[in-house]
């Protein structure tokens, strides 16, 4: 029966959306009804609402749908979606103040005498476009009145026009700034917590082991993330486009003509193109960039985009020349010196100590102050420009509460399949499929690219990836990241645009287009365009460092970087730095004997002791370093083998818990049958099922191969050892180069340490002249004082000692002078070592530092360099295979 309702509750959505009631309604209305129609036929047929119902009722999974509603708006951590609006409007400002009218005429002047060159026009517009509006509807609809009557009167055949325009508005949908990449980036970190639960009970599950090593946890995305993720695929989308049509004019030359420029291309032509590239590329630089550049978040952007597409609009729509750049030249000039005082002054009001600091402040707020006129200037033209303003306000408001609507419909949607079962069902299904995770995803991209003939990429978006992508991010044979998937997603997402017969963007073109253009040819151009996404999305899928790296670089790179140590880098990072003991080890060798040999002598027998073990652990390096290796041989030796004996094994076991859990299933609803004699039959089909159900689990465990059992242990004992020479591995150069930096850290410390000498001599005379309770308070500030100051732990000992010896009915001060002098010797002595160390031993080991720094002191770097930075990057970039972890 759960069945039944489920297939009811599609049932419905489909019918309303194919019917064309509104999105926003037909999901959570479906639902609704879906669950009431439950709720209804238990209480009458089985006397318990909640009897057809997976598990729960539906109070229950109501509630649950209220709840999803409450997280899009009071989940204060969920803020990815605040950037929506704001780049809704900065796209819609853009496209009403015609910067697509301008870059169109302009590039199509440009690359007119190309073969092909017009539509190549169309292709890099429609890239700008995306990158700085990001709406398919706007730009489809400008290109499709500005560029397709110019392609049609030069002759060009009415399918690769139609397709070029269509295909160009919707790279909106994958280069950044995107709505979609902002929703999907939303929809995947719910869907990657998920995830992570289940990876995690998983490996409890199998390995019986409470703690999983965050190595093997989900990757998360953030919108961030997505937008550079997408990056290079959206290049390549375009370069695919470009490639296409420079071919077929070359090998069809009658079907993509050059086209001539009547003018000049003179000095003047050369300010008109500039004037037309500069404003968006500006805006895409100040927006992507300080994505990229881990400057601003994408909240953060977004609202730096909406103000410039302000600005921009406020000179483009000023039809007389007197000051119609004075708003933008304002804003320049104001955010070039908002970044001069930031660069030179601490702003930073609660700390206003000086005169310095009051003139940075005022200058700031100046500066702040003639941005904010340039603002309101622009925004004031626009403004008394007609209705602009108030139609882009409008549309702002009106897309954005359809997206959150939709997304509000999704989550009681969402609520509704699960309360049926709906994603358990999924998720046998997909895991019960041959072939692993490949498989799987086939089948996922399929369904979604078959969807997008039929509905938006909305609806896709927040109703089938919350239900599929947990699945998919879960199964640590792929072991792929949020990004990765958001991002084939998304490009899948983006036919969805062009796939007859509902595609949006055919629509719009056929809106606008001339009516000598058959419907049928627009139908026709389209296809080649598809097929290159397909094959856009299939490089991306063999290569995911395309979309990995920028997110991983930009991570590693940033002022927030992870220090060396990190967990989640240790193996890329060890696998260069094994690397580079193999042509380092003479050199490293070299550096640690020549340490060794320089007279030490003078040292206290701490420090000559901190030092001797530290070039001792530094000698053992290599040691360690043959036993990874070693370990790591002999795990891949064995892997070999092992490696299809643990699928098969694990597969079988996976289907004995689907089947364990298929069995708990049919009896929590032969629970909630009664005695009513009408469900008799329901009641025998039920306890039958159980039967079987454990009748081929026991078959499938029996057909366990009787070799497992030897087999794992012995696979156990091997991962167990490289994973101890590993351990062993970081615990000894840690301790190597930590005394390194402990004892340069001593003698660093010498001239402040000799400051310390006479205010500890002094305390004899207070010892002798002061009363017992001065005399601890003063010892004590001393104690405190030398807290500050590492290696001198003996000397706080003594002063300490000859404070207690001061105290209550043990008053001896003779006790507490003759700890003071042990004190005072010890302090001497300290500061005699450290001084003379100062000066011969600490350039010796600033060069030995120098040496090891990047080999075996890199774990305990503040950060990694940046080539190592970029070299780690790709390393995570691909997707390792870590299920025989599981």
Not at 163 to 170: E, N
Not at 387 to 400: C, D, F, N, S
Not at 526 to 545: C, D, R, Y
Not at 626 to 632: L, P, S, T
Request: with cysteine; aromatic share 8%; hydrophobic share 50%.
């Amino acid at each position: 029966m759960e069945l039944l309702f489920l297939g009811i509750l599609v049932l419905l959505m489909i019918t309303a959306l194919l019917s064309g009631f509104p999105v926003a309604f037909s999901l959570p209305g479906s639902s609704i009804i879906a669950i009431g129609l439950a709720a209804l036929a238990g209480w009458v047929f089985a006397d318990n609402p909640d009897a057809y119902f997976h598990e729960g009722g539906p109070v229950q999974w109501l509630s649950a749908g209220v709840t999803n509603f409450r997280s899009l708006y009071w989940n204060v951590e969920r803020d990815t979606l605040i950037a929506i609006p704001l780049f809704i409007f900065m796209g819609i400002m853009l496209q009403r103040s015609k910067v697509a009218e301008d870059l169109l005429v302009t590039m199509a002047q440009l690359f007119g005498p190309v073969p092909g060159g017009l539509g190549i026009s169309v292709v890099l517009v429609g890239a700008l476009l995306a990158a700085t509006t990001g709406i398919v509807g706007a730009t489809v609809i400008a290109m499709g009145m500005i560029s397709l009557p110019a392609m049609l009167r030069n002759k060009y055949s009415h399918s690769l026009a139609t397709g070029t325009i269509c295909a160009s508005g919707t790279l909106g949908q994958i280069i950044p700034p995107s709505i979609v990449l902002i929703i999907l980036a939303d929809q995947l970190s719910s869907a990657a917590d998920q995830a992570s639960a289940m990876r995690k009970a998983a490996y409890r599950e199998i390995t019986g082991e409470f703690s999983m090593p965050s190595v093997l946890d989900i990757t998360s995305a953030s919108a961030g993330d997505m937008f550079m993720g997408a990056f290079i695929p959206g290049i390549l989308l375009v370069a695919l486009y470009v490639l296409y049509i420079l071919f077929t004019a070359l090998l069809r030359p009658k079907s993509a003509p050059p086209i001539g420029y009547s003018g000049a291309y003179d000095r003047q032509f050369l300010v008109k193109v500039l004037m037309s590239l500069l404003p968006p590329l500006s805006l895409i630089l100040v927006v992507l960039g300080s994505i990229l550049m881990g400057v601003a978040t994408v909240n953060q952007a977004g609202a730096v985009g909406a103000v410039g597409a302000m600005l921009m609009a406020g000179y483009r729509l000023h039809h007389r020349d007197e000051r119609r750049y004075w708003p933008a030249f304002i804003a320049i000039l104001s955010v070039v010196a908002l970044g001069f005082i930031v660069a030179n002054f601490d702003l930073n009001i609660k700390s206003i100590n000086t005169d310095e600091d009051r003139i940075g402040v005022a200058l700031g707020l100046v500066a702040v102050a003639a941005l904010l006129v340039a603002l309101s200037w622009s925004g004031w033209r626009v403004f008394k420009n007609g209705t602009i303003l108030h139609e882009v306000m409008g549309e702002t408001a009106k897309t954005t509460s359809m997206v959150f609507i939709i997304l509000i419909g999704a989550a009681m949607l969402t609520s509704a399949f699960r309360a049926f079962g709906g994603e358990e069902l999924v998720k046998d299904m997909l895991t019960g499929l041959p072939g692993g995770f490949w498989m799987q995803f086939f089948v996922v991209m399929t369904v979604i690219f078959i969807l997008g003939f039929f509905l938006d990429f909305i609806e896709i978006a927040v109703v089938v990836v919350p239900i599929v992508a947990p699945i998919l991010m879960a199964d640590p044979s792929a072991n792929i990241t949020a990004v990765w998937l958001g991002v084939m997603i998304g490009l899948n997402i983006q036919t969805s645009f062009l796939t007859p017969p509902f595609g949006f963007a055919l629509f719009y073109l056929r809106g606008v287009a001339d009516k000598a253009v058959k419907t049928l040819s627009i139908y026709k151009g389209v296809v080649p365009f598809i097929g290159l996404q397909i094959l856009a999305l299939v490089i991306t899928g063999f290569f995911p460092s395309l979309v990995n790296y920028l997110p991983n670089r930009t991570y590693l790179t940033s002022e927030s970087a992870p220090p060396p140590m990190n967990p989640r880098i240790q193996p890329c990072l060890e696998e260069q730095v094994l690397t580079l003991y193999g042509i380092q080890e003479a050199s490293l060798m070299a550096a640690i004997d020549t340490m060794a040999s320089v007279d030490v002598s003078y040292l206290s027998s701490a420090s000559a002791d901190l030092l001797q073990d530290s070039l001792s652990k530094a000698r053992q390096t290599f040691e360690k370093v043959n036993g990874i290796h070693q370990a790591k041989a002999q795990l891949t030796d064995f892997e070999v083998s092992y490696a299809p004996l643990h699928k098969q094994v694990r597969e079988l076991q996976a289907h004995v818990r689907r089947n364990t859990r298929l069995s708990e299933d049919a009896a929590l609803q032969l629970r909630r049958l009664d005695d009513i004699a009408l469900n008799d039959d329901r009641r025998a089909e039920l306890k039958q099922r159980i039967v079987d159900l454990a009748s081929l689990s026991q078959r499938l465990t029996a057909s366990i191969p009787s070799e497992w059992s030897s087999q794992r242990p012995i696979y156990e004992t091997l991962n167990k050892a490289e994973k101890q020479s590993r351990n062993q591995y970081r615990r000894n150069v840690d301790e190597a180069y930590d005394g390194i930096v402990q004892l340069r850290l001593w003698i660093q410390q010498a001239p402040e340490l000799a400051a310390m000498v006479g205010a500890v001599a002094v305390l004899e005379d207070a010892i002798e002249s002061m009363d017992a309770k001065t005399a601890m308070a003063a010892i004590k500030v001393q104690e405190r004082q030398l807290g500050y100051f590492a290696g001198v732990s003996a000397v706080k000992s003594k002063l300490s000692k000859a404070r207690r010896a001061l105290k209550g009915s043990k008053y001896n001060p003779e006790k507490a002078k003759a700890y003071h002098l042990q004190a005072m010797t010890l302090l001497n002595d300290e500061v005699q070592w450290r001084q003379t160390a100062a000066l011969e031993l600490a350039p010796a080991l600033a060069t030995y530092d120098a040496a090891i720094s990047s080999s075996i002191g890199l774990r305990l770097q503040e950060r990694m360099s940046h080539d190592l930075a970029t070299t780690v990057s790709a390393c995570l970039s691909s997707h390792k295979d870590v299920s025989l972890q599981f």
